[in-house]
């Protein structure tokens, strides 16, 4: 399910994206079908829906091109260019919205997997390339995001309104785009993410420091808890054996 279901309810205050906004970085698209656009910055914010660092974001900073994903465009004040990787872009949006209508007008490159051409300013995502960084990983538009700016040559990442903790994005999409955080700095790009964000954080330090109390899943608690659940299971099983003699 694409992530833009949520947050049907625009905060107080909030008016969504300036299409003039003073700071804002004209990429030029060179290359629709080839998804080349044009880099005219050396920083690339990539910047998601979390309250915990989303307004940390350098919206009025001219040194940065801000990169947002789905329909956030309805949150933050400046977006340069938007990802919307899903191939049910167009569905599953939030309930009153134009989503499609919006991208048409919106001016600014928008990337996506399988492109609707009839966006003029739609750009194919550079898969090929992209996997060429690293490897072929990706289970989120945030993975997706940060591969791109390593592929852009931006000189350096830094991660807003992201922290993956909850359900799938904590299960299947956090390690992925720790991965690619990985890649780019291995590959010389400055990965910046600021203290709040959940991003390349540890509870302790394996090995010299104890785990805390608090700590969810010590363990002990996860060998409970699998002993707990095949008991479970095994009480299961034996219902439904009978149900089916």
């Not at 872009?89 to 492109?115: A, Y």
């Not at 540890?202 to 996860?222: A, N």
């Not at 299971?233 to 219902?239: G, L, P, T, V």
Request: contains cysteine.
């Amino acid at each position: 399910m694409s992530s833009n279901v949520d947050f049907a309810t625009v905060p107080t205050g909030v008016e969504g994206v300036d299409p003039n906004h003073p700071c804002k970085s004209n990429m030029r698209i060179l290359d629709a079908e080839a998804g080349l656009i044009e880099r005219v910055r050396d920083r690339l914010a990539v910047v998601g829906y979390a309250s915990s660092t989303r307004d940390l974001a350098p919206f009025n900073d001219t040194t940065y091109d801000v990169a947002i994903l789905n329909q956030l465009y309805r949150f933050v004040p400046r977006a340069d260019l938007i990802f919307d990787i899903h191939r049910n872009w167009n569905s599953e949006n939030v309930e009153g919205t134009d989503h499609e209508g919006w991208l048409k007008q919106c001016g600014i490159p928008v990337v996506m997997s399988t492109p609707e051409w009839s966006i003029p300013t739609a750009v194919r995502y550079p898969l090929e390339a992209c996997i060429a960084l690293g490897t072929d990983y990706f289970t989120s538009t945030v993975a997706y995001l940060i591969a791109w700016g390593i592929h852009q040559g931006y000189r350096e990442i830094a991660m807003f309104g992201i922290d993956l903790v909850v359900g799938v994005e904590y299960a299947e999409q956090r390690q992925c785009a720790e991965f690619w955080l990985g890649v780019a700095h291995g590959r010389g790009v400055t990965v910046r993410i600021p203290p709040q964000s959940a991003l390349l954080k540890h509870s302790h330090r394996y090995g010299y420091e104890l785990e805390p109390k608090w700590y969810p899943c010590s363990q002990g608690e996860i060998k409970g808890r699998i002993a707990h659940l095949t008991t479970e299971r095994d009480k299961m099983i034996a219902k439904l054996q009978a149900l089916e003699g």
